[in-house]
């Protein structure tokens, strides 16, 4: 019997259907291998994986696998973006056996949740054979097969504890500054010269390491870093892992030239990109940033935002071809033929100039992903390609798209909150500020219950999964960004509850954290990784939540939990800096002060808005924004705080010290940008 029907999780439904009897990660499943004296299989994947699907279709799919399956093991599907947890503790072991990791992940294991197989994806056969293998050496070689598992765990909870010790004996060691002027001279080294970012292919979009580069150029006035930022926003951006139809970012690219990407796209990429670009554009007044960070926003609206408010998890990197046969990349991709179809044999040849359209194709059978390398030099021709752009994205919404993962992840919904409220009020939109509550709103009225967190949401209804580390941590930041952008003081009192629940569940006692909660389900050990991966890590994202709060509301407790959070920092940054990019960014937030802004005026004001919008545009890193009409309280930044002559007025402190209140944009532009 498969026992995934009732799930939340769109990836697990899309198993509810198999021949699998599978059950989800529960004590239930352990309690029946125990009772039937069988192994483990714990297959670990999420929606938009490409292999996952391929794995599905050629096994679990599959009659015969599935009866052998069933027959010799009790089978469990996790979907790794609801349970983290989960994900984590086994791809820790699966890489300690296998020297690399990946999704789908496969794992077998004991009744006691003892792994002694770890892989990723297996073609059928190799995976009809694992199942023979293991389970005919779990009846033969019992002793000698737990025997191995049990060394495996404890090998496992010595080495977590162990890399815990050296993060901490590392802590404090080295003065901030120079923490991160090491890791900028590291990250210059490792530097691509030829097609920007960072190492070899496949390559990642570097999103919190930009973000870091970028508040170390506003401080430091070093050039390279601002070099690597921009070359690398604007390579990503100009390559095919930008959509330069409808906007949105893939996951990574799979060469070293941004020229061909892995196709899926998630809400996590996307939301820290377009604050990344938002803040390019305010640095440098780039106008590809500008308009990537405007596209990149418009594009989570239209694509993910779901009928409760919040944002979906991802789309596909899959999805069926004119034929009917499901490919990666078939919604995005195009041949020359193609675009005459659409556009005309003139505009067709206009276009696969510009995309860089060939015969031969970048990508599998001829196709090629649409780039835009260089802009048009004329206003005819820049009118020619926005018509075109238009005409390619009406005809593209025609083919059948790939599927989404409508789940909601509290965290990544965090980020696109922060994302769409700053560009929001860059951009004079306020579609993307509502769009910014909506989401807010869903995560406080579904996702917060009796104070706790919950990690996921589908159709309004709340999932089963206690909120991690960086679900309390990315919450409260967006909160805490909403809160400065719109005025509204309820998201600073539900920011700093979130963040006093996860001072108390995930502390490790010593200044850092768990990625679990003190009272979460017990797993073979207790996950804590401070480094960051594809998002924040969740101690360095509660680093940055905290220095935001303690600055908002004057509490130095806070500002002490954020300081002992990014005492690892050292540690880190000398073993991989690419991996401390959003501690390195709290850590300059809390070396410029951070700077307190508070925007006292009345709503509606345009003067009031004026000063609002130049906060955000020349705020120096890591700045705290909180706006207030002199009449309502409940942010302390504000208190005591009112018009100046009967005139709106900006308030600039750094560390609870302010300056002389000022009434114009450039009076307090100039406060701002003057050195601290």
Avoid at 282 to 302: F, P, Y
Wanted: with cysteine; net charge negative.
């Amino acid at each position: 019997m498969n026992h995934l029907a009732s799930s939340t999780s769109p990836y697990l439904l899309q198993h509810a259907d198999n021949p699998v009897d599978w059950w989800p990660w529960c004590e239930e499943a352990f309690a029946e291998a125990a009772r039937r004296d069988v192994p483990v299989l714990l297959s670990v994947g999420y929606a938009a994986c490409h292999w996952c699907h391929v794995m599905a279709h050629e096994s679990f799919e599959d009659r015969a696998t599935a009866a052998l399956l069933n027959e010799r093991m009790v089978a469990i599907k996790v979907d790794r973006e609801e349970r983290p947890d989960v994900d984590s503790v086994y791809m820790t072991a699966t890489q300690v056996m296998t020297g690399q990791g990946g999704w789908p992940m496969t794992v077998v294991m004991t009744p006691g949740k003892e792994p002694f197989f770890c892989g990723t994806y297996l073609p059928r056969e190799n995976f009809q054979q694992l199942i023979l293998a293991t389970s005919k050496a779990w009846r033969e070689r019992r002793r000698d097969l737990t025997a191995h598992a049990a060394q495996i765990t404890d090998a496992l909870t010595r080495n977590a504890e162990a890399v815990a010790e050296a993060m901490r004996a590392g802590a404090g060691q080295s003065p901030w500054v120079a923490t991160a002027d090491r890791a900028a001279v590291s990250l210059e080294d490792g530097y691509d010269l030829v097609s920007a970012g960072f190492g070899g292919a496949p390559k990642f979009p570097p999103s919190m390491v930009i973000e870091f580069l970028l508040r170390y150029y506003e401080r430091t006035g070093h050039p390279a870093a601002q070099a690597m930022a921009t070359g690398t926003l604007e390579a990503m951006a100009r390559g095919g892992m930008y959509d330069q139809i409808g906007g949105g970012f893939a996951r990574y690219s799979v060469d070293a030239t941004w020229t061909v990407p892995h196709f899926e796209k998630m809400l996590y990429d996307n939301a820290l990109l377009a604050r990344a670009y938002a803040h390019h554009w305010r640095l440098t007044g780039s106008e590809l940033s500008r308009r990537v960070a405007r596209e990149t926003c418009e594009w989570m609206i239209r694509e993910l935002r779901t009928a409760s408010g919040g944002f979906a998890s991802s789309l596909d990197a899959d999805s069926p071809d004119p034929g009917g046969t499901s490919r990666e990349g078939a919604f995005y991709v195009w041949r020359p033929d193609e675009l005459d179809v659409v556009l005309g044999r003139d505009d067709g040849a206009f276009a696969a100039d510009f995309f860089g359209v060939t015969q031969d194709g970048t990508f599998e059978g001829g196709a090629s992903v649409l780039q835009l390398r260089v802009d048009p030099v004329s206003e005819a021709d820049a009118s020619r390609l926005a018509r075109i752009r238009t005409e390619l994205w009406l005809a593209r919404e025609e083919r059948a798209r790939p599927g989404r993962d409508d789940k909601v992840v509290a965290a990544w919904n965090g980020m696109a909150i922060a994302a769409l409220a700053e560009a929001g009020l860059l951009l004079s939109d306020p579609s993307l500020i509502a769009a910014a509550v909506d989401a807010a709103s869903l995560l406080a009225s579904v996702h917060l219950a009796d104070g706790r967190m919950i990690r996921t949401s589908r159709d309004g209804k709340a999932g089963n999964t206690g909120g991690a580390l960086d679900d309390y941590a990315c919450v409260a930041e967006g909160f805490l960004v909403l809160a400065g952008v719109t005025g509204s003081a309820r998201w600073v009192e539900l920011a700093g509850s979130l963040l006093d629940v996860a001072l108390s569940l995930f502390t490790d006692g010593s200044g850092g954290f768990y990625d679990s909660a003190a009272d979460g389900e017990a797993l073979i050990f207790r996950p804590a990784d401070p480094s960051d991966d594809a998002t924040p890590s969740g101690a360095f994202a509660m680093a940055g939540a905290l220095v935001s709060y303690s600055a908002l509301t004057g509490s130095a407790a806070h500002r002490k939990a954020a300081k002992d959070a990014l005492a690892v920092l050292p540690a880190i940054v000398a073993r991989f800096p690419r991996a401390a990019g959003a501690g390195l960014a709290a850590a300059e937030a809390v070396m410029a002060g951070p700077a307190e802004i508070a925007i006292i005026g009345p709503a509606g004001d345009p003067r009031t808005a004026a000063l609002h919008r130049t906060a955000l545009e020349f705020s120096p890193p890591g700045a705290v924004l909180a706006l207030g009409d002199g009449v309502t309280g409940g942010i302390p930044l504000l208190e005591g705080r009112g018009l100046v002559d009967g005139a709106p007025a900006a308030y600039v402190c750094r560390d609870f010290t302010c300056l002389v209140p000022v009434t114009t944009p450039d009076d307090l532009r100039a406060q701002l940008t003057k050195p601290a």
